[in-house]
């Protein structure tokens, strides 16, 4: 637990106001919080539906369309997180799956609820931090850092504004991290979970570059799938002394001594699928069995195609927009001739088969570990076809030769609709290839 002014206050003292508000004589609530009884006595939908979807109005987009920007002394980084719930919305045009798809209880342009988390590090109140409980993004918020950083993330549990009868922790999980030790690792059988209205705040010093992903490990099949899932890579010490010749800035994935991983550009993807039913009796106060899993969207980023493809900036991803609660874009752009670098880490319960028309992918990495023999032999793959497995991450290097648009996709047709409807949807995205220089150089991943 930890000091910082940021911190969420304890909410039983909300709770107890908020029930006196609801003491209100026509029983709604008349302050700016989501009372508890008036919940279980005046039923989630009508109230929760109504509240909502005003407070949602006025929210203050802090989400960023890339990774998250910590507050960094030196080497010392740190971020703050919180885990709440949410809305969200699939493409336009998705049929309906009633009741289940959309959601009955959804503000107007969302249709699905979600858990999620959300980046408040450059929040400076806790009225600012709670004012997000029921904000959640998906995918998470991007985490990026170097080899050599001190990392400190801070997780503040803000409970569920839709759900307060539950008293669901939360967790954060570095997916393959090699070397957490138990209280930071974030599996709550073995060690500790973030209860609501506190705080923890987890410790790292990451010395393996590559591409990892995290989650939260509360009721871990529930909290991922509701969309607790998010991508945190490390960048190498190399990029801090370019080998080869290679001038300074350059950018590489992996300490790979010879310059072979270099890039020029990176996107990063989070790999999902959505189970409408399963959201829906979330919000409905029911339960699922997971053993029926059936995915009816496929996303990238927390969204499906043609979504996918909203640059940063689009209108639909700001402060009204339907999408302004999954600002990650997935729209990869270079110029010819360039390197990008995909990172690829699937969270969802699937196997997934990505392939590139007409650009040769060459796999460099698996799990955050460079494809190369102890005896240093280099055993980077080129395919037409990167297989990746849930809790897999994949680091792969494309170079475009030829200006144009060119589709990455699942190759599993059933994975390419949304919600069952006719037309392309799901697991797609576009390379825009633009000729020399039409891109400046790139800032930040995903833009
Ligand atoms: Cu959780």
Redesign the pocket.
């Known amino acids: 637990m930890n000091d910082d002014p940021r911190s969420v206050p304890d909410d039983r003292a909300d709770d107890r106001a908020d029930d006196r508000a609801d003491d209100h004589a026509d029983g709604r609530p008349t302050r700016g919080g989501l009372g508890r009884r008036a919940v279980m006595l005046g039923g989630a939908g009508a109230i929760g539906s109504v509240f909502l979807g005003t407070r949602l109005s006025f929210g203050q987009p802090t989400q960023r369309p890339t990774v998250v920007r910590p507050a960094a002394t030196g080497n010392v980084k740190s971020v703050h997180l919180v885990?709440t719930d949410g809305w969200v919305s699939m493409p336009a045009g998705s049929p309906p799956d009633l009741p289940f798809f959309p959601d009955s209880l959804a503000p107007d342009g969302f249709d699905t609820y979600v858990?999620g988390f959300r980046d408040v590090t450059q929040m400076s109140t806790a009225a600012e931090v709670a004012a997000v409980r029921g904000k959640a993004q998906v995918s998470a918020p991007m985490l990026a850092f170097d080899e050599g950083d001190e990392v400190t993330i801070t997780l503040s549990n803000l409970g569920l504004l839709m759900r307060p009868d539950l008293f669901?922790?939360?967790?954060l999980h570095w997916h393959g991290f090699v070397n957490a030790i138990p209280l930071f690792d974030g599996v709550p059988e073995l060690s500790l979970a973030v209860p609501i209205g506190r705080d923890l705040s987890y410790h790292y010093r990451p010395h393996d570059a590559g591409t990892y992903m995290y989650h939260?490990h509360?009721?871990d099949v529930e909290?991922v799938q509701m969309g607790?899932t998010g991508m945190v890579f490390i960048r190498p010490a190399q990029n801090r002394t370019p080998v080869n010749g290679d001038p300074i800035g350059t950018k590489y994935a992996y300490n790979d001594g010879d310059g072979s991983t270099r890039y020029d550009r990176e996107f990063a993807f989070m790999v999902t699928e959505l189970w409408s039913a399963a959201h829906y009796r979330d919000a409905h106060i029911q339960v699922s069995d997971w053993t029926d899993y059936a995915p009816s969207f496929w996303l990238l980023n927390g969204r499906g195609y043609p979504d996918t493809i909203a640059p940063p900036g689009d209108p639909r991803t700001t402060a009204a927009g339907r999408l302004q609660y999954q600002p990650i874009s997935s729209l990869i752009r270079c110029n010819v001739n360039e390197t990008v670098l995909l990172r690829l880490s699937n969270l969802g319960y699937q196997n997934h088969a990505f392939t590139l028309d007409n650009v040769d992918m060459q796999v460099v990495a698996k799990d955050a570990a460079l494809l190369r023999g102890r005896d240093g032999t280099t055993n980077y793959q080129v395919t037409n076809t990167v297989d990746i497995g849930p809790g897999e991450s994949r680091d792969v290097l494309v170079t475009p030769r030829r200006a144009g648009e060119y589709l990455l996709y699942d190759r599993n047709y059933a994975y390419l609709g949304n919600g069952g409807g006719t037309g392309w949807g799901g697991m797609m995205t576009v390379l825009r290839v633009g000729a020399a220089e039409t891109y400046g150089p790139q800032t930040e991943p995903n833009t």
């Open positions: 885990g858990f669901d922790g939360h967790t939260c509360f009721e909290h607790m």
